[in-house]
Each structure stands twice: as C-alpha cells, then as structure tokens.
C-alpha cells in the first residue's frame, strides 16, 4: 500500500515507479527517521493520541528496526520491504510488520515534507560533528610537527617563486589558522540548523494541538522552527554546509598540492611516509604521493556537491517540492570527507621533514633581500630608494654567482654608502627571519607565542568536540 494511493485509480507507470523511488540513496537516514519518529510518538502521547502502552510498543518497534539497520549494510535492510517508496514508507512498512495495525497509527499529525526536512537536519548535525572531529585532530597533528620543527627555516614562496625564508612552524600554523575558521563556519552552520521542524505538517502546520517543543528537546533541538512553509521547505542548511566544506576542501587541496611538490625530488624537503604511498606497477624506484593526489581529487566531488544543491534549490517556489528530493544525494556524496581528513591527519603525522634541504634553499636565492633593504631603511633610507639599491646589489651578485652576504663592502659601497660592517649581521638567516617581529610574523618569537596560542585553541576545539559528541 502506497502512503498516497487513495485518490488514484490507476497504477504508477512500473519504470516511473523505480525511478522517482527514493529508498535507495535516503536508507542512509534510518538511524535518524527513527530517532524523529520516536520523538514525534511522544508528542502524541502527550496529546493523548497514543496511550502510554502504545508509545512503548511503537517505541520499541522503533528500537528494533534501528538494531536491525545496524547489524547488517544498510541496504541489505531495506530490501526486507523492495515496494518501499523511501525511508518512512519503509519504517512504517517494518512497523506493521513488528507491532500490527498500531504502526500506522504513528503518522497521526505529521507529513513526510516534515518529516525529511527533521531528518536531514540530523543528519548534517551529526556529519559536521565527524568533520569538526576530524579537523581538530588534523591541527592536533600540524601542531605536533610545529613543535618538532622548533627553530627550522624555510623558503617562502609568492608566485612560486622563492620569497623570504620563515620558520617551518610558521607555515604549519598557517593551515591551523584555516583549520579553526573552517571548524567555525561548521559549527555555525550547525547552530543555525538546530530548530526542529516537526509539528510543520505538510506546509501549514499541524492539525493537532501537538506540544512541539517536546520533540524539538527530545532530539536536541534548540527549539522549533518559527514558519511551517519556511521548515518544510528550506534546505539552506544543506547548502551551507556544503559551501562550508567547499572551503574545507580548498584547505586539503591546498595541503595536498604544497606536500606534493615539496615530496619531489626538485624540492626534497619531506619524506612521503610509505604507509601512506604507493610504487608504481612499471618504474620500480617509485613512492608515488597517492593521497594527497586523491584528495585534490575529491575535493573536485564536494566543490560539485554544492553547485548541484544550488542549482536544485534555484526559483523553486514555496513550499514543498518533489526537486528537493535531489539535494539529498549530493550531502551523501561527501560523506567521505571525515574519513580523508582523518587519514590526512595520520598522514601528516607521519612525514618527516628534510631540514638540512629546507636550510640549504632558505640561506639561498637572496632570500634575505627584503632584511637588506629594511637595513638601509634604518639607516635612513626610504624604502623605495632602498628597494633600488638592494635590486640592484642583487643583479651584481647574481652577475657574480654569489649571494648577498659574499660581497664585499667595497662592491657594497657602490650601490650605497649607507652600507657598514653592521649590514652582514642583518642579513643572517636568524636576523632575517627575526626582523619579521610583528604579531603574526615569522620572528622566532613571535611564532613561538602563536604556536602556543594555536595549541589552546585546538585543545578548546577538540574540548567542545569531545563534549558534543558525549
């Protein structure tokens, strides 16, 4: 028996019938319909629709179907009921079956337009939990490796090209500082979607005198939507997180694309751990960077996800339409995301850095201009007048095949007289590095106080996580 079938007397088209089905991509949201129906059999019974004795064989029914869904592949689940339109058609198929007539009883007050709107904000709730997870565990791991790294330097790169050295540390912290704006757009996402849209009936709202504010505590709500035609048919908070995580996987790209570079052996600078690589099936020398490509990979999947919700969502009018059903496939197809950013975390753990390379290409290529140039602007130069001079000494030395601090005062003096026995101290790695002492700077000290600033923030992240996931 179809939910719907009253008012019609001919049969769907067979092919039609399979097609608009939606049960095999929503199965994934059983855990959730159960948990939503549970919570809306309370409010029944608080409005003495179902009697104590009811509640409780529903809500064990309920139970039931759940420990089922878990013991088996999900879908190997829902073929118990192959005629199954979609998961609620399912739940109160399998309802009928455990506890008889009563199970038809549960859809008293309620549509399934509310119904799928409840169980999708469950549903993102819970991934922005395992993303927000995984996430702190990545900054966790950079974190690890900022504290290892201590002292060492690197090139900086603009436009590929190297720039001035910093503190490996200080380029670590960097994707921190991406990681904890990514978890805070997350977890406003998921305040915004924390209203419970049961009692909102088809669009108009309930036709029984349901206390909504039950099932909105019952499952963790902060409280009930405001506007039927709004709960049943807004699906921003898809869209959101799906944007959210479009950011996410620019970060992992961004991760993936340096780590790849900086693992060949143009650069050296990191070891690709084995654990995490694979060889290739011709050329026997190789350690391929499988991960961190299949990220850049994926992420093309998620920036996808959120254009096709856009596109679906685009000039529907209010409230409830059939296109809807498409914006659920594209939030299952990024459900990958926790498990790579979990793996991309063990990963990052696991590499190991070639500081004697990473030293070598820092103290190289006139990375300490720009110190050059700040040392004759503290001698009174101005900046611009002091780029030139600088550009210049530059050009000479590169004439010359040595670097700035080989020259001679002598070849200095005629680019400057302004430049004394004091401007080779200046252009050290560590005073080169040190000058930069400004707060988010690269100057030892300067990131040693950001490094613990970012440690107490991760450890207030992965604190919250915890406490949420409790």
Known sequence: MKMWSGRFREPLDAEFEQWQRSIVF???LLEQEVAASKAHASALAAAGILTPTELEQLCGALDGIAAEHRSEDGKAAVRNHPGAEDIHHYVELSLVDRIGPLG??????????????TDLRLYIRGQIDLV?????????????????????????????????????????????????????????????????????????????????????????????????????????????????????????????EEITLFATAEFSFVTLPEAFSTGSSAMPQKKNPDLTELMRAKVGRMNAAAQAVTLQLKGLPLAYNKDMQETQEPAFQVDF???????????????????????TAAQSGYLNAMAAATY?????????????????????????????NELSLEELHQFGTEFGEDFFAAITLDATVDCHDVIGGTARNRVREALDKAIARVAALTQEVQHASA
């Not at 926790?338 to 063990?346: G, Y």
């Open 104 to 117: 038809l009883k549960l859809h008293t007050g309620r549509s399934r337009n509310e119904q799928i709107a």
């Open 376 to 404: 004759l602007v503290h001698k009174g130069v101005p900046f611009r007048t002091a780029h030139e001079k600088v550009g210049n000494a530059v050009r000479y030395a590169i004439e010359k095949s040595v670097e700035l």
């Open 132 to 256: 927000v997870q995984s996430l702190a565990a990545w900054a966790a791991a950079l974190l690890e490796q900022a504290k290892t790294a201590g002292d060492a330097a690197m090139p900086s790169y603009t436009h590929l090209q190297r720039a001035e050295p910093v503190l490996v540390a200080h380029w670590l912290l960097a994707y921190v500082e991406m990681i904890l704006r990514d978890a805070d757009r997350l977890r406003d996402c998921a305040r915004r979607l924390n209203v419970c849209p049961l009692g909102s009936g088809a669009i108009a709202g309930a036709t029984l005198a349901l206390d909504r504010s039950i099932a909105a505590r019952a499952l963790h709500f902060t409280e009930p939507t405001s506007n039927s035609m709004d709960a049943t048919s807004d699906r921003d908070f898809i869209l959101e997180y799906l944007q959210a995580l479009t950011l996410v996987g620019l970060h992992l790209s961004r991760f993936a």
């Open 26 to 28: 929503d199965w994934r």
């Open 337 to 359: 995301v926790p498990q790579m950013i979990s793996l991309v975390a063990r990963f990052t753990a696991a590499l190991r850095f070639n500081r004697e390379r990473m030293l």
